[in-house]
């Protein structure tokens, strides 16, 4: 495992468009499934990586808070499922069952995804208005596996409240921290 941080990819960057196949049900999941919602949260994670595996259980307690809200959850697993089979799509089919999760995840087999929202760990964050413009990236808290903090979610929550309430998000943001994006030979990005 490599300790790596989010790019912090520029505040007011338009959500890039994708076409996924989701893992439970193989459909097809892009921009415009969440058409009808005010914020967009995106999350770049897998299932072998200690730090998802830190806060998974508030991965699912945000997904059941804002089940009835204007927030549109998808997951995203980009890893080397060929040298990562745990974050193959079938491995992730069988986390999204255990942990009850109700919004979409799905498998960026190529990583041009990935790359296009420049994500660089797991978990990796990052929430957009109902412009689809970026309003926040980074940390879910300040918990990490070794760090005994408790998972709140507190930073990302707080984003979360703000867009949904017509506030502004501060620009204050902490970077995610976690496992680096196992990336194919071949095809690390150059950020």
């Not at 058409?35 to 994670?45: G, S």
């Not at 999204?96 to 498998?107: K, L, Q």
Request: hydrophobic fraction near 35%; charged fraction near 25%; aromatic fraction near 8%.
């Amino acid at each position: 495992m490599v300790l790596t941080a989010s790019t912090m990819l520029p505040l007011g960057t338009k959500a890039p468009d994708f076409h996924l196949p989701e893992v439970v049900s193989g459909k097809t999941i892009s921009l415009d499934n969440f058409v009808d919602k005010k914020a967009l949260l995106i999350m770049f994670i897998c299932r072998h990586c200690p730090f998802v595996k830190h806060i998974q259980q508030e991965l699912t307690r945000l997904d059941q808070d804002y089940s009835n809200s204007d927030l549109g959850i998808l997951a995203i697993s980009a890893n080397d499922a060929e040298n990562y089979p745990n974050d193959a799509p079938e491995s992730l089919k069988e986390m999204v069952i255990e942990m009850g999760f109700d919004f979409p995840f799905c498998y960026d087999e190529t990583q041009e995804i990935a790359k296009a929202y420049t994500a660089a760990c797991t978990p990796d964050f990052f929430l957009f208005d109902s412009d689809r413009q970026l309003v926040y990236r980074g940390q879910l808290d300040d918990s990490r596996p070794s760090n005994n903090k408790p998972v709140t979610g507190k930073d990302l929550r707080t984003a979360i409240t703000a867009v949904l309430d017509n506030q502004p998000v501060t620009s204050e943001q902490l970077p995610s921290v976690g496992c680096n994006i196992k990336w194919k030979p071949g095809n690390e990005p150059t950020y």
